[in-house]
């Protein structure tokens, strides 16, 4: 089955990611149309891919018969309310995480998606990553977990993609209406989870929370079998772009540490420790893609030690989850990550933002 599918939002993840991974799966999927609020941005992105189809809105690129599935990557505050009608109208959907900014928004999606035969997708690529598959079937004989690190300390993908593509921005074009309407939703998207008075720390903390951490602990979550029991400790710092947390999983504590700034470089991975065995895996910056990707697995005894590497693996994440996507429509695969799934996020981060709240008013 050949999916044909519509884009909405036309920005550097569908430019760089998701528009050559689609073109590359041209037996799975034909890009039909695209939709961007930005015209001059819808203009040189499907000239320069060489799309027909061009709508103005979601709702008219929503209402073409001829598309099967749209991908969602508008600004995260309007996920949501595009996806539902996407699903109303009959398409599969795929949405860049975060599925939604707030529980109230999320909740009303997960009913929809209930509602519908429509299979939606939330694209948390990192755990379509082949190393981190393999760390997964490595915890199958791992014996009992003793200690988990997880990491996110890394520079924003401009320092790395500028040196490798060039991205198309809006030429100040926007209706200026719009922005006033997608501001105004995000902060009081912003101000259901983190309260109409919290200071700019919380809030960036927050943004950071869906964007950048969203990756790993939906990725920790799946790793290890579900949520923690409670959050331990957070602390927010460096304007929110720092974060540190410390999560009870009954028998063994998690550490994750987050942090954004100019440094170039991306640290970004997992480790999992139980008495005598480990397992360590690193993801790569995800805007130079088919970067080389290896599971280190450690075991040791009282007279040996043993290292073993499987991988490199090179196979992008994007392309492996847009595959996952098309298996779920056309042969009825199990779908790994649904808006239901992604409840544990947005209840681990109002956890998270709660301890470091109470850290702050120390």
């Given amino acids: ?38 015209p001059s941005v819808l203009a040189r992105v499907a000239d320069h891919w060489k799309i027909a189809k061009r709508y ?27 996806a539902r009608a996407a699903i109303a109208a009959g398409k599969h959907v795929f949405i860049e995480k975060p599925a939604c900014l707030t529980a109230a928004d999320l909740e009303t999606l997960v009913a929809a998606e209930a509602a519908s035969d429509r299979v939606v997708m939330v694209g948390y690529m990192r755990r379509f990553a082949p190393a981190f598959m393999a760390a997964k079937q490595e915890l199958t004989n791992f014996g009992p977990i003793s200690y988990v690190r997880v990491r996110d300390v890394i520079c924003e993908g401009p320092w790395f993609f500028n040196q490798t593509d060039k991205v198309v921005t809006p030429n ?79 028998s063994f504590t998690a550490i994750y540490e987050c942090l954004i700034d100019d440094i170039a470089r991306f640290d970004a991975g997992i480790e999992v420790f139980s008495k005598n065995k480990r397992l360590n895996f690193r993801y790569n910056t995800p805007y130079l893609r088919n970067l080389p990707m290896t599971l280190e697995v450690q075991e040791s005894t009282g007279d040996s030690n043993l290292v073993r ?32 799934d992604s409840r544990e996020d947005i209840e681990l981060f109002s956890k998270i933002l709660a301890v470091a709240k109470s850290t702050l008013a120390e």
Avoid: W
């Fill in 1 to 38: 089955m050949r999916l044909r599918v519509g884009l909405v939002g036309l920005g550097e993840v569908a430019q760089l990611m998701h528009i050559p991974t689609l073109h590359k799966l041209q037996e799975q999927f034909e890009l039909t149309a695209v939709h961007d609020v930005s």
């Fill in 56 to 82: 103005d809105t979601a709702a008219a690129l929503f209402a073409d018969p001829e598309i099967d599935a749209v991908l969602i990557l508008s600004p995260d505050q309007h996920h949501g309310e595009q």
């Fill in 172 to 250: 100040g074009d926007i209706p200026a209406a719009l922005i006033d309407e997608s501001r105004a939703l995000r902060k009081a998207m912003m101000d259901a989870m983190c309260g109409a008075d919290a200071p700019a720390i919380v809030r960036r903390g927050y943004e950071v929370m869906t964007g950048l951490c969203s990756h790993s602990l939906s990725a920790m979550r799946d790793l290890l079998g579900g949520s923690p029991k409670r959050v331990i400790g957070a602390q927010l710092s460096q304007n929110g772009e720092q974060l540190t947390a410390m999560f009870d999983y009954g």
């Fill in 309 to 340: 590497a499987l991988g490199p693996f090179h196979k992008d994440a994007f392309q492996i989850e847009l595959e996952a996507f098309h298996a779920s429509i056309a042969n009825g695969a199990p779908n790994r990550t649904p808006p239901s």
